[in-house]
């Protein structure tokens, strides 16, 4: 539409207006200001009355708070009765230990040669009484270490046994 038609269009629309307000009489509105007067008064004395019941209704919780805390408070806390024992025992406490020491390995005393506190230059092996002692009871011939004998003795004594095993002194395998 061009601009000729639309404002013919908003004239059209407008002068109908215009005549219809010089038409209201006075009388008319009068009473319209009347009933809106009243809607306004309606409206006004509604809020007023939610702000007046907001405050009452704060007040009466006011006023019931304070009596009901402390029943719940009293009825919440039940006594508690505690009973001592007659006989309590005491217990001792157990003396400090010693700080612990790390494991040492300790062997057992060093073993001196019998051989050579003697000082033995031969060893016989005809004296079987002597050499028993360094064979176990199925015949086998005891290390340096349990026996205790240095290493050149230990050479003799292993020869004398198997000296005396062969002149059949001492058995081969334990009987």
Not at 65 to 71: D, L, M, N
Not at 123 to 150: M, S
């Amino acid at each position: 539409m061009s601009e000729e038609l639309k404002k013919e269009v908003a004239e059209e629309v407008k002068a109908p207006v215009k005549e219809v307000k010089a038409e209201v009489k006075p009388e008319v509105k009068a009473e319209i200001k009347a009933e809106v007067k009243a809607e306004i008064k309606a409206e006004v004395k509604a809020e007023i009355k939610a702000e007046i019941k907001a405050e009452v209704k704060a007040e009466i919780k006011a006023e019931i708070k304070p009596e009901v805390k402390p029943e719940i408070k009293t009825e919440v806390k039940p006594e508690i009765k505690t009973v001592a024992r007659p006989e309590a025992k005491k217990f001792e406490r157990r003396p400090e230990r010693k700080p612990y020491k790390k494991f040492q390995r300790r062997g057992p005393r060093r073993k001196v040669c019998f051989f050579c506190q003697d000082k033995v230059e031969n060893i016989d092996y005809k004296d079987v009484a002597k050499l028993k002692k360094y064979v176990t009871e199925k015949g086998k011939i005891l290390p340096r270490r349990q026996t205790g004998t240095c290493a050149k003795h230990q050479r003799d004594v292993s020869n004398a046994i198997k000296k005396s095993r062969i002149a059949a002194m001492m058995p081969f395998a334990g009987e």
